[in-house]
């Protein structure tokens, strides 16, 4: 059983295009994050949802936007990519609100031409 | 200066040998601190949560000097499994900060 999910895997997509990837968990955890590990391979923060509610939102463009319909998903629309967009997507989830183990997805590898 | 800093590595080394890995962090309100290990193209994964009092796991050891704001990991007797990107993850609540990590090669 997947513990936290990400479709999808792969996304190629045009420069101006909308797009959306989705995340579920099924370990019951409270606090849902969205990272993005670029081509240099660092992993930065970019969202995190307790209970659907935003928490924190590092300095990401508003092209962006988290959308939480429940607390086992959260889902991550980007508009008008653009070619710097180009990364590995990774949803996480954490069943503590300070500082516990994180689940992470497989990560979904986007790329923009 | 990186919040979160680590060796830049990549480091080779034969099997059966030991590896030392260091991370320093700058910001003295950091909470939680733990080492998560990524292979290649996969999502990363709790390798380790790192105390002040330091622990062991198996052939894993890590320390916390808060003072020093430095972190380490030991790996003893590497196996060719252990190669993989070793990153350095500092929390502020749920604001969860990645070094760069140091990748390791252990070759047979």
């Known amino acids: 059983d997947t513990a936290v999910s990400q479709t999808p895997k792969y996304l190629v997509t045009q420069m101006g295009n909308d797009k959306s990837i989705k995340c579920e968990q099924n370990?019951?955890?409270?606090?849902m994050y969205w990272y993005k590990q670029d081509s240099k391979k660092f992993l930065k923060i970019m969202f995190s949802y307790n209970n659907k509610e935003l928490i924190i939102n590092e300095t990401v463009p508003n092209r962006f936007s988290p959308k939480s319909p429940d607390k086992a998903h959260l889902n991550l629309h980007i508009n008008s990519l653009e070619l710097g967009d180009s990364a590995v997507y990774f949803c996480a989830s954490s069943q503590e609100v300070d500082g516990g183990e994180q689940f992470f997805g497989p990560g979904t590898r986007l790329t923009v031409l | 200066r990186k919040e979160v800093e680590q060796d830049p590595g990549p480091f080779n080394v034969p099997e059966g040998a030991t590896v030392a890995f260091n991370c320093t962090y700058s910001?003295?309100?950091?909470?939680?601190f733990f080492w998560y290990r990524q292979d290649c193209r996969k999502e990363p994964k709790l390798l380790m949560s790192?105390?002040?009092s330091g622990n062991e796991d198996g052939r894993f050891t890590a320390q916390l000097n808060r003072a020093s704001q430095y972190i380490s990991l030991l790996i003893r007797d590497s196996k060719l499994s252990d190669s993989a990107t070793y990153l350095c993850v500092v929390a502020r609540g749920q604001n969860f900060v990645f070094g760069p990590g140091t990748r390791l090669s252990v070759l047979p």
């Open positions: 910001n003295s309100a950091s909470q939680s």
């Open positions: 790192v105390y002040s």
């Open positions: 370990l019951g955890h409270d606090t």
